[in-house]
């Protein structure tokens, strides 16, 4: 962390993470601050903010191998089944018609964390390459990952309701898989490291620049 924000605390500055307003903020009352122009809740830097993401994304990273290798859930229907992963069970409500379900979990389940992954670490790599590539960009990047993220855990809901999205025409039961714990595992993870992710220090190599 630069020794500015060290300064900058002492005197009571905090910046607030999704405008850039700088406000005067106590140690005492950051965690009940708002930012007056977009509402933002406002607080210091993030304590070891770098090193914390990469231990959330990185654990979330080899919980996603299992994640998809493992059955998500079983589907027994008069006694006989067989376990599906993320992608069989994509293909079996592809091939039963279901064509908006198959495309939402396989957007929610495949395509989210993929993507918050690969950006996470883009992040990260960025600011400690010291990129100044569109700082503004990357902050907005930031926001949609952290947005969209939280969706990815429709998954495991999917599970859940799925006896009673899917007529199977007989008596049938849905039992989740170890897949299932690996994938919620999965999106709590990125979304912790999301959180401890501070997108302050996208800027600032911009400011170092100008000192």
């Known amino acids: 962390m630069r020794p500015g924000y060290d300064r900058a605390k002492d005197i009571g500055l905090a910046r607030c993470e999704r405008c850039g307003l700088a406000l005067s903020l106590s140690v005492h009352e950051q965690h009940d601050a708002a930012c007056p ?20 994304l990185i654990a979330a990273t080899i919980c996603y191998i299992p994640a998809n290798l493992f059955p998500i859930m079983t589907v027994e229907k008069l006694g006989q089944g067989e376990p599906s992963t993320i992608v069989s069970g994509v293909q079996m409500l592809w091939a039963a ?23 996470l670490t883009f992040l990260l790599i960025s600011i400690q390459r010291r990129s100044q590539w569109r700082p503004k960009d990357r902050a907005i990047l930031y926001r ?34 170890l897949g299932a714990t690996f994938f919620a595992g999965v999106v709590v993870m990125t979304m912790i490291a999301a959180e401890c992710f501070d997108a302050r220090l996208i800027w600032d190599c911009l400011e170092e620049n100008h000192e």
């Open 144 to 177: 949609i990952t952290e947005f969209f993220g939280r969706w990815s855990m429709i998954d495991i809901y999917m599970i859940s309701i799925l006896t009673a999205l899917v007529s199977f025409g007989t008596v049938a039961q849905v039992t989740p898989g």
């Open 97 to 119: 018609g279901m064509y908006p379900i198959a495309i939402l979990v396989f957007v929610a389940s495949i395509m989210v964390p993929v993507l918050k992954l690969i950006v």
């Open 37 to 56: 122009r977009c509402g933002q809740s406002v607080h210091f830097r993030k304590p070891n903010s770098i090193a914390r993401t990469w231990a959330w």
